[in-house]
T-cell receptor
Framework: GQNIDQPTEMTATEGAIVQINCTYQ??????LFWYQQHAGEAPTFLSY????GLEEKGRFSSFLSRSKGYSYLLLKELQMKDSASYLC?????????????FGKGTKLSVIP | DTGVSQDPRHKITKRGQNVTFRCDPI?????LYWYRQTLGQGPEFLTY????????KSRLLSDRFSAERPKGSFSTLEIQRTEQGDSAMYLC?????????FGSGTRLTVV
């Protein structure tokens, strides 16, 4: 299968920086997404990487290394509202279906 | 456009009953997806439509599950003879090119 691995839980302090890592199988890889999901709510789009490098969007940045099968989501100046699950998801296979395979999510707890 | 809408938000049903969920995607999106998510897990792919054609189905989708998208607009997901293992959040998403917009989901509890 197309495994996507990310840590189950992380804890960080308000105002700090946290990096959430994601690894995936490189075979058939076509692009990588990060989604944020608050408890009981739908996932919301954060970022999309298809080329190697860093994409920055305000307090959130996402990095991709295609050759290493590795991505991370960087959250700066953490706020309490950032407490949520962060889902890493990837496209595999042909470009036609756009079916995303999701990791199990990383539950981030931001503490005062 | 108010995004992707799902109805109902919550459904409690007795084991063995049939249930049907509805999804209204963003109107200009031609691709529609159904995913299932259980507690502590990421969403798992169930099925995918491009316009009215159902192009892909997961092996997770047993014969008790059926999905339709008549006229390429809204979609329905029906589960027949529900089992306790069907309890989950059922998410619908739509997209035009890449990146999904998810609906708020239907939380199914089978008792």
């Amino acid at each position: 299968g197309q495994n996507i691995d990310q840590p189950t839980e992380m804890t960080a302090t308000e105002g700090a920086i946290v990096q959430i890592n994601c690894t995936y199988q490189t075979s058939g890889f076509n692009g990588l997404f990060w989604y944020q999901q608050h408890a009981g709510e739908a996932p919301t789009f954060l970022s999309y990487n298809v080329l190697d490098g860093l994409e920055e969007k305000g307090r959130f940045s996402s990095f991709l290394s295609r050759s290493k099968g590795y991505s991370y989501l960087l959250l700066k100046e953490l706020q309490m509202k950032d407490s949520a699950s962060y889902l890493c998801a990837a496209y595999f296979g042909g470009a036609g279906s756009y079916q995303l395979t999701f990791g199990k999510g990383t539950k981030l707890s931001v503490i005062p | 456009d108010t995004g992707v809408s799902q109805d109902p938000r919550h459904k409690i049903t007795k084991r063995g009953q049939n249930v049907t969920f509805r999804c209204d995607p963003i109107s200009e999106h031609n691709r529609l997806y159904w995913y299932r998510q259980t507690l502590g897990q990421g969403p798992e792919f169930l099925t995918y439509f491009q316009n009215e054609a159902q192009l892909e189905k997961s092996r997770l989708l047993s014969d008790r599950f059926s999905a339709e998208r008549p006229k390429g607009s809204f979609s329905t997901l029906e589960i027949q003879r529900t089992e306790q293992g069907d309890s989950a959040m059922y998410l619908c998403a739509s997209t035009e090119n890449y990146g999904y917009t998810f609906g708020s989901g239907t939380r199914l509890t089978v008792v």
